[in-house]
């Protein structure tokens, strides 16, 4: 069975940091990218971050460039996210994702989130 | 950042009902577009992905179109459990992003 599992969530002050893991099973790890969605309480998604399958190619949203930082470890089939100089604003259950890819080199490839975790909650708050 | 104006944020739809739910890129994005359906408590699922393939299991009544900067959503038969929030999302660069989401409402 295909699944992601995050872990790490909890309540932390603002400025102060946080890191995010999902642990991946079911699924060849290393062939596929793996991103960072986000939905703060009440509110629609929000893109965070993704890596590519050998971590060479890094995106972050603006709102969180240079103060979170995605990486992953493939032979433990994880990925991470460190949060840091955290504001009330990122306030939100945080989904790791799976990014499925369709295609051949001679037609081109598309991409989709096919597999979520369920998620883990992320608080900040004095 | 590309910005993806999604349209309308919420509407109100009997079973049976066609529904049409649309998303405009601020620039061209191809076909680098996936549709997402939500239902409270839940993590989203993926419905479409390259703005007009069906995702394996997803139904038949589901179809997406559009390429550039206007996409649509139709659900051609509104069933009981197709209430939900449904979201358009950019992957076409990075940093990627999602429209506000519409809400499918029983009428």
């Known amino acids: 069975e295909v699944q992601l599992v995050e872990s790490g969530g909890g309540l932390v002050q603002p400025g102060r940091s946080l890191r995010l893991s999902c642990a991946a099973s079911?699924?060849?790890?290393?062939?596929?990218?793996m991103h960072w969605v986000r939905q703060a309480p009440g509110k629609g998604l929000e893109w965070v971050s993704g890596i590519s399958w050998n971590g060479g190619i890094i995106g972050y949203a603006d709102s969180v460039k240079g103060r979170f930082t995605i990486s992953r470890d493939n032979p433990k089939n994880s990925i991470s996210l460190h949060m840091k100089s955290l504001r009330v604003e990122d306030t939100a259950l945080y989904y790791c994702v799976k990014l499925g890819v369709w295609g051949s080199p001679s037609q081109g490839y598309h991409y989709g989130m096919d597999v979520w975790g369920q998620g883990t909650t992320v608080t900040v708050s004095s | 950042a590309i910005q993806m104006t999604q349209s309308p944020s919420s509407l109100s739809a009997s079973v049976g009902d066609r529904v049409t739910i649309t998303c405009r890129a601020s620039q061209g994005i191809r076909n680098n577009l996936g549709w997402y359906q939500q239902k409270p408590g839940k993590a989203p699922k993926l419905l479409i992905y390259a703005a007009s393939t069906l995702q394996s299991g997803v139904p038949s009544r589901f179809s997406g179109s559009g390429s550039g900067t206007d996409f649509t959503l139709t659900i051609s038969s509104l069933q009981p459990e197709d209430f939900a929030t449904y979201y358009c999302?950019?992957?076409?660069?990075?940093?990627?992003?999602f429209g506000q989401g519409t809400t499918v409402e029983m009428k």
């Open positions: 079911g699924f060849t790890f290393d062939d596929y990218a």
């Open positions: 999302l950019q992957d076409y660069n990075y940093p990627w992003t």
